[in-house]
């Protein structure tokens, strides 16, 4: 929700919160996407984690959020330094995007509101950086 009105919706899939860090590239977008489209995380038959949201044929929701490159090492205000700065950021985000066609997304800097029924829960940190 931006300022009261629904701007986007998925049912099954996967709600992306999506840190740009000061440095991010091309190459960590490539990167993210590559492990993300191919991330075995969906129950199969089964009930294993076994299947990609492409498997499940699955929705996506990609939200900006910077917040995720908080530091609290100091005080008890987080610092959001090493977040990218929007004229930075915008131009991944928006790359990322276009990565996964039919995709749904937030507003990037936009106030949202976002709702999240978390199946499972399964909640997946992925850092570009540290590709484990």
């Given amino acids: ?10 049912g099954c899939g996967l709600l992306v919160l999506l840190g740009v860090e000061d440095g991010d590239t091309g190459e960590d977008i490539d990167w993210l996407v590559g492990k993300i489209a191919k991330m075995r995380i969906f129950a199969d038959p089964n009930g294993s984690m076994n299947l990609s949201i492409e498997d499940v044929s699955g929705e996506i929701l990609i939200v900006s959020q910077f917040t995720l490159h908080a530091s609290t090492r100091k005080g008890n205000r987080p610092s959001f330094i090493r977040a990218a700065r929007p004229e930075w950021a915008i131009p991944l985000y928006e790359d990322f995007i276009s990565r996964f066609p039919g995709a749904k997304h937030g507003i990037f800097g936009a106030d949202m509101k976002v709702a999240l029924v978390n199946d499972g829960p399964v909640t997946i940190i992925m850092d570009s950086k540290i590709r484990d």
């Avoid at 300022?3 to 919706?9: K, P, R, T």
């Fill in 1 to 10: 929700m931006v300022e009261g009105e629904q701007v986007a919706a998925i």
